[in-house]
């Protein structure tokens, strides 16, 4: 899928970048607006060159892999960037297959790609054998200038979509929101749960995730904003996981205790936000026990909102 803004001509050559971006994170900004400047001292259009799906679940569907976002999420994000152009190329074995010169010949009769950034680690064509040597070398045979960008650390240390995952199942919230630039956000529609939270005190919105290779971060209490799609916004906890004190191991479930809201959210898509990481999930004695500690995590979490 490719697409352009009004005022870029639809063969006008490009300076590209390439990679799949999961999570849109700021190593991945750090080169993006590198391909903008590049691009514009060399009078041509920027853009960023994606794979729909991700060539781990190609190459290896048997092995689960989870993402930081959905082909539509990234779409979104890539975008926000300002980025002249967005192109998704469908990932497939038969890709997979051609060589590293093969793969930039497309890109250069193709889509017109006249300049590349490669990322520090990033390594394409058949069994990923050749380097960036290589892919320099090539380019000039095509006619395009091949450029190498730097791993991006911050003071929160190196920037990866693999590192971003890691702390995210850490429960190591507060890091992945930081690499990222922004919150962590899940997507899914309302649906009919099991009533347990009205019965507590504290009713909720049971959340299925719309994309099924969406990673969920570490059980636990989470403060949020969730915002519809007309784009309210309210502030919220939410829950992930089993829900212990229940003794209901297979109610496993990802559900959002929506504050200052009522009415009927059955159906309707929602986006959570995840602001802060407050506490694992917990085994309490009794169910007063629970609510007590409900009651506690509102409070703390309308105080982390407010501020």
């Known amino acids: 899928m ?32 590198r391909v903008e400047a590049e691009a514009a001292a ?5 853009a960023v060159i994606s794979f729909r799906t991700h060539p781990q679940q190609v190459l290896h569907p048997e092995v689960p892999f989870r993402l930081l976002t959905s082909p539509d999420e990234r779409e979104a994000l890539l975008r926000q960037t300002g980025v002249d152009q967005v192109i998704f190329l469908d990932f497939t074995r038969e890709m997979s297959m051609l060589s590293a010169f093969d793969f930039l010949r497309v890109l250069s009769s193709q889509y017109r790609v006249k300049g590349l950034i490669i990322g520090y680690d990033h390594r394409f064509g058949h069994n990923r054998a050749e380097g960036f040597d290589d892919y320099v070398k090539y380019g000039k045979e095509l006619g395009m200038e091949i450029l190498h960008a730097e791993e991006l650390v911050t003071d929160a240390g190196p920037v990866s979509s693999s590192i971003i995952r890691k702390l995210l199942l850490q429960g190591d919230l507060a890091t992945a929101n930081h690499l990222l630039s922004y919150p962590y956000t899940l997507h899914g529609h309302v649906v009919n749960g099991f009533h347990v939270g009205r019965e507590l005190g504290f009713p909720t919105a049971n959340i299925d995730i719309d994309y099924p290779d969406k990673l969920i971060p570490a059980n636990g209490v989470y403060a949020v904003q969730v915002v519809r799609t007309d784009g ?10 089993n829900r212990p004190t229940l003794n209901r191991p297979n109610d496993y479930c990802i559900e959002a205790n929506i504050f200052d809201f009522a009415g009927n959210l059955y159906g309707e898509a929602l986006a959570v936000e995840l602001v802060q990481y407050m506490r694992p999930e917990q085994t309490f004695a009794t169910i007063e026990a629970l609510q007590a500690q409900l009651v506690t995590d509102e409070a703390s979490i309308r105080k982390i909102l407010a501020e």
């Open 2 to 33: 490719t697409s352009r803004p009004t005022d870029i001509a639809p063969n006008q050559p490009l300076f590209a970048t390439l990679g799949v971006f999961d999570g849109v994170h700021l190593g991945h900004r750090a080169v993006i607006a």
């Open 42 to 46: 060399r009078r041509l259009a920027s």
């Open 232 to 241: 309210h916004r309210y502030g919220g906890m939410l829950n992930i996981g």
